[in-house]
């Protein structure tokens, strides 16, 4: 197993920046791809971005490609999340998930094993 918290959330002005973190514990962090997901009141859970074990294939949703950039650093056990050019929109808990066997599947949210408990981001215009 691992265990995954995240951190860097807050507030930010339309245009602006945050750096989101992930951090694990548990077994061998490079064991798992990760994905970040993101959840607005009243919506469904959607997928932001992934990346895969050693950091060589990312993916990202439409909505933020070219804004958002996923990263990772397996010394350190951590995953990032950076976000620049924020919009309103963006608003949101954002969750970082990992799992093992099924890069394939890694814009399904229901597919990830393991979660953080999630961290506020809220961007005003």
């Known amino acids: 197993q691992v265990q995954l918290v995240e951190s860097g959330g807050g507030w930010a002005q339309a245009g602006g920046s945050l750096r989101l973190s992930c951090a694990a514990a548990?077994?061998?962090?490079?064991?798992?791809?990760m994905g970040w997901f993101r959840q607005a009141p009243g919506k469904e859970r959607e997928f932001v971005a992934a990346i895969t074990w050693t950091g060589g294939t990312t993916d990202y949703a439409d909505s933020v490609k070219g804004r958002f950039t996923i990263s990772r650093d397996n010394a350190k056990n951590t995953a990032y999340l950076q976000m620049n050019s924020l919009k309103p929109e963006d608003t949101a808990v954002y969750y970082c998930?990992?799992?093992?066997?099924?890069?394939?599947?890694?814009?399904?949210?229901?597919?990830?094993?393991?979660w953080g408990q999630g961290t506020q981001v809220t961007v005003s215009s």
């Open positions: 998930a990992a799992d093992t066997s099924n890069w394939g599947a890694r814009r399904a949210w229901r597919e990830y094993h393991y």
């Open positions: 548990g077994r061998a962090f490079s064991n798992y791809y």
